[in-house]
């Protein structure tokens, strides 16, 4: 019974990859392969906590020929130092160049906040059982935390539209927002 329950987590995993994908391309426009060249077009970031179901969502985007403009890290599946090389690893293995500007988040979650199982995540430190060549030599997890990346981002893209795919918890967007001076909902 434990095998069929992860077949089924695996497999309703897939399919809400698929639908994410779909609704993107439907909804936001963002059919470009390569970066926008306007202020018009759309700028798509991700942000992920890079585990199995993120994985397939990124690698089902390159597939359906969709630029990603910026990644950001966050802390959950995996740890964000830890996701940052599991990025390295799948940017090389589908083949994307140039690889989208990669940002890491808080290695903690936000005040109240809880972090998941650690045997989730160290899966999702090793990229979830996906089989990914190794990660490119004197990689460094930059230094610009995926927050301060995104406020600058996003005030600096006032005229043109983002779509943020949020693929894990919001601390980042959350931190970015307070950055920018964003009031609450």
């Not at 899966?123 to 927050?147: C, I, R």
């Amino acid at each position: 019974s434990c095998f069929l329950g992860k077949a089924i987590l695996v497999i309703a995993t897939f399919i809400f990859g698929c639908a994410v994908v779909l609704l993107i391309v439907k909804t936001t426009g963002l059919h470009h392969t390569t970066p926008p060249t306007s202020s018009s077009q759309s700028s798509l970031l991700v942000d992920t906590d890079v585990g199995a179901d993120d994985i397939m969502a990124l690698t089902l985007l390159r597939g359906a020929g969709i630029h990603i403009d910026a990644v950001t890290v966050v802390n959950g599946m995996s740890h964000v130092e830890a996701g940052y090389v599991v990025l390295l690893r799948l940017w090389n293995a589908i083949q994307l160049e140039p690889p989208p500007v990669t940002h890491v988040g808080s290695p903690e979650p936000m005040p109240g906040g809880h972090s998941f199982e650690p045997d989730w995540r160290s899966s999702s430190d090793s990229a979830s059982g996906f089989t990914l060549p190794s990660s490119p030599e004197g990689a460094a997890v930059p230094e610009v935390k995926a927050s301060a990346w995104l406020a600058n981002f996003i005030s600096k893209a006032a005229t043109g539209s983002i779509t943020i795919l949020c693929l894990g918890p919001l601390t980042n967007i959350a931190e970015a927002l307070q950055l920018v001076g964003a009031e609450p909902f």
